[in-house]
């Protein structure tokens, strides 16, 4: 039982030691548990030691944990993090409260259409693929502005940043250059006049990496929960 709790400690003192080493204040710094393929049991766990934003890769998984946990939804904020079909965007504007993974300007109407009027914005960051391959989900770097610049007129919603999930890459001078180009292209989106504050970088191998060139939310998961199968 303690062992998630346990990993918290460890996984936001890493995060501390990263801020310092970067001259950066802890609090500049928010952690996003990752809970995907754990369940409902385990995430009432992580938020009973203090956590409260979750990350879920799969839209229907995501949507039968906030199910499972209505107790404490008010509490708590739901993240998706995961590729996200047309046809499921009705049900992601009615249930989380942030979408990571946003790479098409169409899917960002649908959210903006549908995110119930009762609710705050739907807040966004959209995914970019920085690595430039053909395989990689996110949108192309080239065109970014001007679909960043369409999705932050849209009702209903606020754009707040950019988010990356980069090759994964063991030498840190290797991932500090990927991390890098997702914050220069944020920098590039702000100089245009875009009232962003969010960089989603960082995940349990590369968070030091991210914390180093400027992420403002990693998401966390192996560190806090175990291997995944
Ligand atoms: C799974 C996942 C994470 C967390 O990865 P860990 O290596 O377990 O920390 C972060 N971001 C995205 C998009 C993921 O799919």
């Given at each position: 039982m303690a062992t998630i709790a346990h990993n918290i400690q460890q996984t936001r003192a890493r995060m501390a030691r990263a801020c310092a080493a970067a001259s950066?204040?802890?609090?500049d710094v928010t952690l996003l548990v990752v809970s995907k393929t754990f369940g409902a049991g385990a995430v009432r766990e992580a938020c009973a030691a203090g956590e409260h934003r979750f990350g879920e890769n799969y839209v229907q998984e995501g949507l039968d944990k906030i199910t499972a946990l209505a107790d404490l939804r008010a509490g708590l904020e739901w993240h998706l993090i995961g590729p996200l079909q047309s046809n499921k965007t009705r049900a992601v504007a009615a249930q989380?409260?942030?979408?990571?993974?946003?790479?098409?300007l169409k899917i960002a109407q649908r959210l903006s259409e549908q995110?119930?009027?009762?609710?705050?914005p739907l807040q966004l960051c959209l995914q970019v693929?920085?690595?430039?391959?053909?395989?990689?989900?996110?949108?192309?770097?080239?065109?970014l502005a001007d679909v960043a610049h369409a999705v932050a007129s849209?009702?209903?919603?606020?754009?707040?940043g950019l988010m990356a999930v980069p090759e994964?890459?063991?030498d840190i001078t290797a991932q500090r250059q990927a991390h890098a180009r997702l914050r220069q292209l944020f920098e590039s989106l702000v100089r245009s006049g875009l009232p962003l504050d969010t960089l989603s970088m960082g995940m349990t191998a590369d968070l030091e990496a991210a914390i180093a060139e400027s992420a403002t939310m990693v998401r966390v998961g192996s560190a806090i929960f175990g291997p995944r199968v």
């Amino acid at each position: 039982m303690a062992t998630i709790a346990h990993n918290i400690q460890q996984t936001r003192a890493r995060m501390a030691r990263a801020c310092a080493a970067a001259s950066r204040r802890a609090e500049d710094v928010t952690l996003l548990v990752v809970s995907k393929t754990f369940g409902a049991g385990a995430v009432r766990e992580a938020c009973a030691a203090g956590e409260h934003r979750f990350g879920e890769n799969y839209v229907q998984e995501g949507l039968d944990k906030i199910t499972a946990l209505a107790d404490l939804r008010a509490g708590l904020e739901w993240h998706l993090i995961g590729p996200l079909q047309s046809n499921k965007t009705r049900a992601v504007a009615a249930q989380f409260d942030w979408v990571h993974s946003v790479d098409r300007l169409k899917i960002a109407q649908r959210l903006s259409e549908q995110r119930p009027p009762q609710l705050p914005p739907l807040q966004l960051c959209l995914q970019v693929n920085t690595s430039g391959e053909m395989s990689k989900s996110g949108l192309p770097v080239e065109g970014l502005a001007d679909v960043a610049h369409a999705v932050a007129s849209l009702p209903r919603l606020r754009l707040r940043g950019l988010m990356a999930v980069p090759e994964p890459v063991a030498d840190i001078t290797a991932q500090r250059q990927a991390h890098a180009r997702l914050r220069q292209l944020f920098e590039s989106l702000v100089r245009s006049g875009l009232p962003l504050d969010t960089l989603s970088m960082g995940m349990t191998a590369d968070l030091e990496a991210a914390i180093a060139e400027s992420a403002t939310m990693v998401r966390v998961g192996s560190a806090i929960f175990g291997p995944r199968v």
